[in-house]
């Protein structure tokens, strides 16, 4: 399942959502979601990686991903952010799929660590008034900590962050952490989602 083929971009702007995601799940496990022996950032052995760039840079991947994340968002947000370099592409997608659906989100990158030159931000993106709702935005959740770093840095820029959203929860402590941090917190799919897709699809292969 290491095909990057996928149909054509423009069903994925019109599908109903519940049929997008499904489509997502298919691109998901094609792409992204691979079995072995990996380490991952955190440190922590696992018989599983996903690659969540291979998806949210995929061209119908972006727009689905967007699409869903828009739908997800609480009415009052007006601004989505993330920590770098994962949340880049989500932020944008949200962004531009909401601006073609009539909804102004301002895509935020929160930076790892401030810029060297210049204003030494941490945030990028359009300066907004101070007590902005943002909604945090994160490919994969493990343990929580990066979207929680993003979520520290707009805090203390002034503003409201009460909900992080995620492309995928790895359900390895990450949802715990957000509710002990009072934060909503949701994903499109949980890691059971994408292990039984793959089993089937790779079934259907066989």
């Known amino acids: ?4 083929h996928f149909a054509p971009l423009s069903p994925v702007t019109t599908l109903p ?11 998901i496990c094609q792409t992204a979601y691979k079995e072995g ?21 995929h061209p119908a991947g ?15 947000v007006t601004a989505v952010a993330g920590l770098t370099l994962g ?4 932020v944008t997608a949200v962004s531009i799929v909401g601006f073609y659906e009539g909804r102004s989100i301002t895509p935020l990158i929160v930076r790892k660590e401030t810029k060297g030159h210049g204003t030494r931000a941490y945030i990028e993106g359009p300066a ?13 959740v493990t343990t929580g900590q990066s979207a929680w770093k993003a979520v520290e840095r707009l805090r203390l820029a002034g503003y409201q962050v009460e909900t992080v959203l995620a492309l ?13 941090q009072g934060l909503n917190f949701r994903a499109l799919f949980g890691i059971r989602d ?13």
Do not use: C, W
């Not at 399942?1 to 990057?4: E, L, P, Q």
């Not at 959502?17 to 691109?27: C, G, I, K, W």
């Not at 972006?62 to 009052?76: I, K, Q, S, Y």
């Open 87 to 90: 949340a880049d592409p989500l």
């Open 37 to 57: 022996d990996f380490v991952l950032s955190s440190g922590q052995a696992s018989a599983y990686y996903i690659n969540g760039k291979q998806v949210t840079l």
């Open 194 to 206: 994408l292990q039984a897709h793959y089993g089937a699809m790779a079934q259907q292969e066989s």
């Open 62 to 76: 972006g727009v689905m991903v967007g699409r869903l994340l828009l739908a997800a968002l609480p009415p009052t």
């Open 128 to 140: 907004l008034p101070e007590g902005t709702p943002v909604t945090v935005l994160e490919d994969v």
């Open 168 to 180: 995928v929860d790895r359900q390895q402590g990450g949802a715990e952490f957000y509710r002990q």
């Open 17 to 27: 959502l519940s049929a997008l995601r499904d489509r997502l799940l298919d691109l």
């Open 1 to 4: 399942m290491n095909s990057t």
